[in-house]
């Protein structure tokens, strides 16, 4: 059975994994000034995260359209693929898994479509272990999926609660940490669900808190940092953990600007990072 793989932009995959695993990766959509960017197109990650800070009013998102995943699934049928695996940010978060149901069903029993309770390279992972599975059928490539999820962990410090509140997208556990809007939430999200860890006040004691939760990660199978707009603390972040557990770190390691669909909600200068723990030596 020849397995496609289908997911969307906040998955936030490189592009040279894109290439070298054939994987069809759909638009979301980013809207400025009521001007609509696809994903990835008509401004950099660079520029947009210089810019948000400044914005006046804040941009908004969109899923991409039910008719845009039925094309996506259709070509891949029409190219001698015989099942899809649509592996997609969490639904709490998003309505895109919902919509790539819903174009499922104009293929009967054809498309799988998995919430993968994560989003950015939290989801991005759970691609990557499909497309490296898929060779073996479609239940390996779902075990696979499962398997990451299981030892998945996503965390994130956020530089301000500001754009969280005026994109109107506050979790209910993070607003109550407080309203000062000059705090630095500490968030983890598990099976798509926002959870509020605590909040500092500084940068350095952001970066304390995540390097504590990372090195608690244990010996690790993959890792991305993730950061919006903050690269310099990002590397410097990078470095000091190679430094203090570079036995516990694969030896591939992301570092990700995270797609401005997802920090238009999150902030500007944030710092994060997805891991998957190594697998329990039998």
């Known amino acids: 059975m020849k397995i496609g793989i289908v997911t969307d ?8 994994l894109i290439e070298k695993f054939g994987l069809e990766v759909v638009p979301t959509l980013l809207i400025i000034d009521g001007k609509e960017y696809a994903d990835g197109k008509g401004i950099s990650r660079q520029d947009f995260y210089a810019q948000l800070p400044g914005m006046k009013i804040l941009p908004t998102t ?13 070509s891949l049928f029409e190219r ?6 649509s592996i997609h940010t969490a ?4 309505t895109t898994v919902n919509i790539a149901r819903q174009a499922a069903l104009d293929f009967p029993g054809q498309v799988t479509v998995v919430d993968s309770g994560s989003l950015s390279l939290g989801a991005g992972f759970q691609v990557l272990a499909a497309a490296e ?3 073996r059928g479609l239940r390996a490539a779902l075990e696979a999926v499962r398997m990451v999820q299981e030892r998945l962990r996503v965390y994130a410090a956020l530089d301000t609660m500001e754009n969280l509140r005026r994109s109107g997208r506050v979790p209910g556990a993070v607003a109550a940490l407080g309203g000062l809007l000059s705090i630095k939430p500490v968030i983890e999200l598990a099976s798509g669900v926002v959870k509020a860890l605590g909040a500092v006040r500084t940068t350095e004691q952001a970066n304390e808190r995540l390097s504590s939760l990372l090195r608690s990660c244990g010996p690790l199978e993959r890792l991305a940092i993730l950061h919006t707009g903050a690269e310099a603390r990002a590397r410097a972040f990078l470095k000091r953990m190679v430094e203090e557990m570079s036995r516990s770190l694969p030896r591939d390691i ?6 401005p669909v997802i920090g238009t909600h999150l902030g500007a200068n944030g710092l994060g990072f997805a891991a998957v723990r190594a697998p329990l030596a039998a």
């Open 80 to 85: 001698g693929y015989d099942h899809i695996l």
């Open 91 to 94: 639904a709490q978060l998003t």
């Open 254 to 259: 992301l570092m990700l600007n995270v797609t």
């Open 9 to 16: 932009s906040t998955s936030d995959l490189p592009q040279d």
């Open 62 to 74: 969109a899923a991409p359209s039910l008719g845009e995943f039925s094309v996506r699934y259709r």
């Open 133 to 135: 599975a898929a060779e």
